[in-house]
């Protein structure tokens, strides 16, 4: 395949921009002129005239649930409404068609959203009296936007045994980092929060296989539409790892899947701990990372923080795992070859887990080397530990569509001082050396890098406020934007020699855009679409028009 006739932006020191790309089975095997790519065209040569269209190298997901991303395309999508009434109103729809006893799963509400709030509110959450009205014989649990908490009707909480309306009688539900929210009379409100959530979760029925197949084809499409040839799927466990195999033999693994051991299951990562790394010779399924959730989320008040929510005196969020287990699993990363990545969103959060791999590092510094050591989120830090982060070669992978969703309440959890010296700090963490993973958190968020690239350039919400952006001087600049979803983003997965940049010898996997979204207006930004994907050397995706 010749590829030309377009902006090609390679994303590579040497040549940053070039008018041919020369591909051979699945490697890139020229650069550069048209008149020099003469020489590699024959007969068989497919020739693609990109028309004055845009390619870079194929975007990385850099974090996200790869499975649940599939999921929420086959449960109730509630990624866009904007009211409680909205919620009770899909739900009662699904009832419509649902057998008695039917569990209705779904997935993205987010309160902090809604233009419209219910009259009856508890810690700024809604409670379940309406959902279960219209669901009085159908198990309901609908998982918020960030996956850290939960809403279930009466009915689940009837089948999970959670009934006892005295708050001395629901104490036997208190989970540590966790909570299961009540009214003033003790009695539950519907929602779970952080590791609470186990109390509803365990009951719900598991899937089928023909249900995960769907699930799995479901996300490959939808990261051929949205241009995503690489995904780092956070958090995995021995179900899906296995899936994923069965699908690579089938030839269906159609994007390269860098898997992060769940960390919540510690016989299997002492499984993995014994057998050692799998980096697939076929770039297709490579499982070297173990993911650890150490607090909650802003959204939930689950974010652990140094000092309280500006909108909750007295809470601090959630330490969701033992940060014990956080130094153990760092010493064990570095001694079995594992990469650890730590989901941190709070500023404590983020403290704790650099102090526990800074005192794994000083632990077996002949090891700590080229480590790569992640974490997830970064989303709030206390100005002390920004630094941190490059001298410790901490990488933060920090999801920028966050700041277009969440900047605009996130104020009220945190305050406007916290917000402004601590949070969403790119341009910060750029400069003191160290590179950025960007990434959606699919299905927190949906898998729109447009909309992440966006955010990163503008740090302004979708709907272009407010003027000028957020904290003007974290911004990203377009070449640094591009750069997270690509080369540092396969960095941050060790994979930067074969991918995350066009250049001879690496992976032929391309995105192709509509127009020249590095150059055109920021008010333009937003409608630069996908035109085609190509992955594997072969196109995956073309839109219809």
């Not at 051979?24 to 590699?40: C, M, P, R, V």
């Not at 919620?87 to 057998?99: F, G, H, Q, S, Y």
Request: glycine content about 10%.
């Amino acid at each position: 395949m010749l590829i030309y006739g377009g902006n090609i932006y390679t994303v590579d020191t040497t040549q940053s921009n070039v008018q041919t790309v020369a591909v051979k089975d699945n490697l890139i095997i020229f650069t550069g002129s048209f008149s020099e790519a003469e020489q590699y065209k024959d007969e068989r040569t497919q020739l693609l005239d990109l028309e004055g269209k845009t390619m870079t190298p194929g975007l990385i997901e850099g974090h996200g649930h790869f499975m649940g991303m599939g999921y929420n395309e086959l449960n109730l999508d509630l990624i866009n409404t904007t009211s409680y009434q909205e919620i009770v109103d899909a739900v009662a729809e699904k009832v419509r068609t649902a057998a008695p006893g039917e569990w209705i799963i779904g997935r993205g509400w987010h309160q902090s959203k809604w233009e419209e709030m219910p009259t009856e509110m508890v810690n700024g959450f809604q409670t379940h009296n309406m959902l279960s009205e219209v669901s009085p014989n159908n198990p309901v649990y609908l998982f918020h936007a960030s996956g850290h908490a939960g809403f279930a009707n009466a009915k689940a909480m009837e089948i999970a045994g959670i009934t006892v309306l005295s708050k001395e009688g629901i104490d036997q539900f208190e989970v540590e980092g966790g909570e299961v929210m009540r009214d003033g009379l003790g009695s539950p409100t519907g929602i779970f929060n952080e590791r609470a959530q186990n109390l509803i979760t365990k009951h719900i029925p598991e899937s089928t296989p023909e249900k995960d197949i769907k699930a799995f084809e479901l996300a490959i499409a939808a990261g051929h539409r949205n241009g995503i040839t690489g995904f780092h799927d956070a958090g995995i466990g021995r179900e899906t790892i296995s899936l994923y195999q069965n699908m690579k033999t089938a030839d269906k693994m159609k994007i390269r899947i860098y898997g992060m051991l769940t960390g919540g299951d510690k016989d299997l990562l002492n499984e993995w701990y014994n057998k050692g790394p799998m980096i697939d010779p076929d770039n297709l399924v490579t499982i070297r990372s173990v993911k650890l959730n150490c607090d909650g989320a802003l959204g939930s008040r689950g974010a652990w923080l140094l000092e309280a929510y500006s909108d909750r005196p007295g809470h601090f969020g959630h330490e969701t795992m033992p940060m014990e287990f956080v130094e153990e699993t760092a010493l064990n990363g570095l001694q079995k070859g594992f990469q650890i990545c730590s989901h941190a969103i709070g500023d404590r959060a983020n403290r704790e887990v650099l102090d526990r791999y800074e005192s794994a590092f000083k632990a077996l510094p002949e090891l700590a080397s080229g480590h790569r050591f992640r974490i997830e989120h970064a989303q709030h830090l206390h100005p002390e530990d920004i630094p941190r982060f490059a001298q410790l070669q901490v990488i933060p992978a920090m999801q920028a569509v966050h700041l277009s969703s969440d900047r605009p309440w996130a104020i009220e959890r945190l305050g406007e001082q916290r917000i402004k010296g601590g949070a969403f700090m790119w341009q910060s963490l750029l400069k003191s050396g160290i590179p950025i993973v960007n990434g959606t958190d699919v299905p927190v968020e949906p898998l729109n890098p447009i909309a992440s690239l966006y955010a990163s350039i503008s740090r302004k919400t979708l709907k272009g406020s407010p003027e000028g952006g957020y904290e003007v001087g974290e911004k990203m600049t377009r070449e640094q934007a591009l750069r997270s979803y690509t080369l540092d983003a396969a960095y941050g997965a060790f994979e930067e020699d074969i991918k995350g940049s066009i250049a001879v010898g690496k992976l032929a996997d391309f995105t192709i855009y509509d127009r020249d979204f590095m150059k055109i207006d920021e008010k333009d930004f937003l409608k630069t679409r996908i035109n085609m994907t190509i992955f594997d050397g072969k196109v995956v995706y073309a839109a219809e028009d």
